[in-house]
């Protein structure tokens, strides 16, 4: 079983950086896509960030194009996302997940969260 670990968050000025971990253990990390995802407070999950298997092709939300990018290291079986200029509206519990073809989080892939608060 694929089990994913997410570290990075912390609470950081509007404007600030962060750069969020996602490390897996397990399964073989490298053939699947990983996709960030977040959760603020009385609101629904929502996607973030997507990467292939490969690291060569990348889907982000228009909320975050422009301002974060994803990344990946098989050797280190990690995909980073890095958060800049970042807002008030970016404060969520930010997840990662393993994803099946169709880019649907694969069941029990789930990390635990890690936390961003970005102050205004």
């Known amino acids: 079983q694929l089990q994913l670990v997410e570290s990075g968050g912390g609470l950081v000025q509007a404007g600030g950086s962060l750069r969020l971990s996602c490390a897996a253990s397990?399964?073989?990390?490298?053939?699947?896509?990983v996709g960030w995802f977040r959760q603020a407070p009385g609101k629904d999950r929502e996607f973030v960030s997507a990467?292939?298997?490969?690291?060569?092709?990348?889907d982000y939300a228009d909320s975050v194009k422009e301002r974060f990018t994803i990344s990946r290291d098989n050797a280190k079986n990690t995909v980073y996302l890095q958060m800049n200029s970042l807002k008030p509206e970016d404060t969520a519990v930010y997840y990662c997940a393993a994803l099946d073809r169709y880019y649907y989080p694969l069941p029990g892939s789930w990390g635990q969260g890690t936390q961003v608060t970005v102050s205004s």
């Open positions: 397990g399964r073989i990390f490298s053939i699947y896509a």
């Open positions: 990467i292939n298997w490969s690291g060569d092709s990348t």
